[in-house]
């Protein structure tokens, strides 16, 4: 067994509080419970720390943190989060992030963006319309991940962009969460024509209203899914 099985049976287990604040774990009971190495044992105490879910110390071993202290932007925390009983608050999260980044990040790649990146920009929208159209939802999950990190990157802001991997893993969880329908929505597609359209014509005010609508209509389904 590799550190990512035994990672994705632990975190999801401390993210959803079977393992609470303050409980002690050691590399005794990952390496008894899991049949592995000590080396992996520690690997994965390691990549535990990354994502700030524990603190580790000689004397008293792998003490679960508060969620104050975990690393909510690691895509593994996202992912754990998204595939648990946190679902819906992580939804309601990282959606909010969205509708406040995305638009704003859409009006700067509109200002900013390479000719390449316009281009791009332009074919990955219609991609997006042939495959959602026929239908082909894997296809179409991917062309949407690349179609939104590259706005964040064409931005020319970094903290936009360092947000990449947070965006394509809240738009693969609502895929892989069966939260997303076999044909994507026409009205969205044309909406990300749009975006693409005024990016490639340097229209940031008309990039970003067409993002915030793109983002509308996104909160409005996930509240369907975590509530008012």
């Known amino acids: 067994m590799l550190h990512a099985d035994v990672l994705d049976t632990i975190g999801p ?18 390496q008894e419970s899991f049949g592995v190495s000590r080396t992996v044992a520690r690997e994965t105490m390691r990549v535990l720390e990354w994502t700030g879910l524990v603190t580790s110390s000689r004397r008293v071993g792998i003490t679960v943190l508060a969620q104050t202290s975990w690393n909510v932007f690691d895509p593994r925390v996202i992912w754990w989060r998204l595939s648990g009983q946190g679902r819906d608050q992580q939804l309601r999260s990282l959606t909010e992030l969205r509708v406040a980044i995305e638009p704003v990040a859409a009006s700067a790649a509109a200002r900013h963006a390479s000719t390449a990146e316009r281009e791009r920009a332009v074919a990955l929208a219609m991609a997006m319309r042939e495959q959602g159209d026929a ?27 360092a947000l990449g991997d947070v965006v394509a893993a809240v738009l693969r969880g609502r895929t892989q969460l069966g939260l997303m329908p076999q044909y994507p929505d026409p009205a969205s597609t044309k909406l990300h024509e749009d ?29 369907e899914v975590w509530g008012s």
């Open 13 to 30: 287990q401390i993210v959803d509080g079977t393992w609470p604040e303050g409980h002690v774990l050691t590399l005794d009971w990952i």
């Open 195 to 223: 975006v693409a359209r005024s990016v490639a014509q340097g229209d940031g005010a008309a990039a970003e209203s067409a993002m915030r609508d793109i983002l509308a209509e996104v909160h409005a389904a996930m509240i």
């Open 135 to 161: 239908g082909h939802l894997e296809e179409f999950l991917e062309l949407d991940v690349e179609f939104h990190t590259l706005l964040l990157r064409a931005s020319g802001n970094e903290m936009f962009n």
